[in-house]
């Protein structure tokens, strides 16, 4: 198992897979633990989850280094990534136990209540493409709820996984509270279906969520799953152009544009749609593409050449069938896997790039005239995970971001992006259940009802 810099193509370094009885050791070690962190109080896993905050400011730095590295992301972005970590480590030190209070419900009986217990090891599977964050947002509420924890990581960022694993150690957690798994994809099966995993969660494809979701079923395992998303964000005709134009650009390139939350989709009011189209076209060609170490740069290369081939392939199958492109869409001659900001227009359905998620900086634009065909436009998607609205009538972009669009989280004159203090998630095939907020550290935990007569 390798990890390769993307922008030097240089290999990082060698991981040996663990065999199936090192794995099966590990999980029992990590169910031995469970037994008895459930047993600590609050404060006591306070205390642990606000030093490991402590040691992800320290060590920022160096960690946003094994990032970019990793899968290329430019530095200055890799480094927001750590501070967010170790924001999340300190809200729910500071709130995990008011979240799962015992809840007094009024009956008949002299005393009825809500009780919030740990159910054990659950089982993460993580991306790629924000290698510390998508494991922090399901760690920190796991493991202040007193359950423990295991990380299959993507096989490319093994070396975050293994860094996360020496923080956890590093912040006064127990031994064998959380470890990595240095395993490939095939081997998530015997993991979930071992009895000592209740639960898994999943951040990545739609394929890898039905496989994942369809283990868990058939073993009876509570899930959680965030999948893609191909987000649409509609400007009507009294948005504030010149800042929707700068949001969007920001949204669609974050993370060289390999972001389930990127704005993808773009449906603009036929009044501004030239307006809207020139500023965004400039905005993303002013984007540079290098050496993700540069701080001049704001796009670093995509993970991968296979990631960076599939999408142009996209593009290109949508160019064949009618798509124009307006900016980009050519594999430039550069030895990393950079793809260029690219923005289409003219997209209808039964192109690629009407129907699938595009997982870099390519952007479609889409023209409409009245409410309910942007509406129809926006919701013409398997995906639902994230979407926005710019306008200045607060009242309708309150209306159609509450009735409108199928969504899990929408942000009106802003761009979608998570927060601790918020729930995050989608429907449709963006995936089931909730992460982050109260609710977040709610979806692994066994709600008990007592009744006391």
């Keep these: 198992m390798q990890s390769i810099n993307p922008f030097t193509g240089q290999v990082i370094q060698e991981y040996r897979e663990y065999a199936p009885e090192e794995v099966e050791k590990i999980i029992v070690n990590v169910d031995q633990a469970f037994h008895s962190w459930k047993q600590t109080s609050f404060e006591q896993r306070a205390m642990c989850m606000k030093n490991l905050q402590a040691r992800l400011l320290v060590q920022k730095e160096e960690l946003a280094g094994i990032i970019v590295s990793e899968m290329g992301k430019v ?39 809500i009780s919030y217990q740990p159910i054990g090891t659950v089982l993460a599977v993580m991306p790629w493409n924000f290698p510390f964050w998508q494991v922090f947002r399901f760690l920190a509420p796991a493991l202040m709820a007193g359950n423990t924890g295991v990380l299959k990581h993507a096989s490319n960022v093994s ?81 504030d152009i010149e800042t929707a134009a700068r949001l969007c650009v920001t949204s669609r390139l974050l993370n060289a544009g390999q972001s389930c939350i990127g704005a993808k989709r773009f449906i603009i009011a036929d009044a501004v749609y030239n307006q809207f189209r020139t500023e965004f076209v400039r905005l993303m060609s002013e984007a540079k593409f290098g050496d993700p170490l540069d701080a001049q740069i704001s796009i670093g290369p995509l993970a991968r050449a296979d990631l960076r081939d599939e999408l142009h392939q996209q593009v290109e199958k949508s160019r064949q069938l009618g798509a124009t492109v307006l900016l ?15 923005v289409l227009e003219n997209v209808v359905p039964g192109m690629p790039a009407y129907h699938e998620e595009l997982f870099g900086p390519v952007a479609v634009l889409f023209r409409f005239k009245a409410d309910e065909e942007a509406i129809w436009i926006a919701n013409d998607t398997v995906f639902g995970l994230g979407a926005g609205v710019f306008t200045s009538d607060i009242e309708k972009g309150k209306s159609l971001a509450e009735k409108g669009l199928e969504a899990g989280c929408v942000f009106v004159n802003d761009f979608v992006k998570s927060d601790p203090r918020l729930p995050f998630g989608g429907i449709k095939e963006s995936g089931y259940g909730r992460e982050l907020s109260m609710v977040g550290i709610r979806e692994f935990v066994n709600v008990k009802t007592i009744v006391v007569r």
Excluded at 202 to 223: C, D, E, N, Q
């Design 328 to 342: 980009g869409g050519n594999v430039p001659e550069e030895n990393a896997p950079f793809y260029p900001p690219t």
């Design 159 to 239: 070396g975050c996984a293994l860094a996360i694993e020496q923080l956890v150690s590093e912040a006064g957690f127990p031994e064998n509270v959380f470890r990595a798994l240095i395993i490939g994809s095939k081997e998530v099966k015997a993991v979930i279906e071992n009895p000592l995993i209740k639960a898994v969660t999943l951040t990545g494809s739609t394929p890898a969520g039905r496989s994942v979701a369809s283990i868990a079923g058939y073993a009876l395992k509570k899930s959680v799953l965030e999948l893609g998303g191909s987000d649409p964000y509609l400007i009507l005709e009294d948005a």
């Design 75 to 113: 530095k200055r972005e890799a480094i927001g990534e750590i501070e967010k970590c170790a924001s999340v480590c300190g809200y729910y030190a500071e709130n995990a136990e008011s979240f799962l209070k015992n809840e007094l419900i009024k009956t008949e009986a002299t005393e009825s209540y």
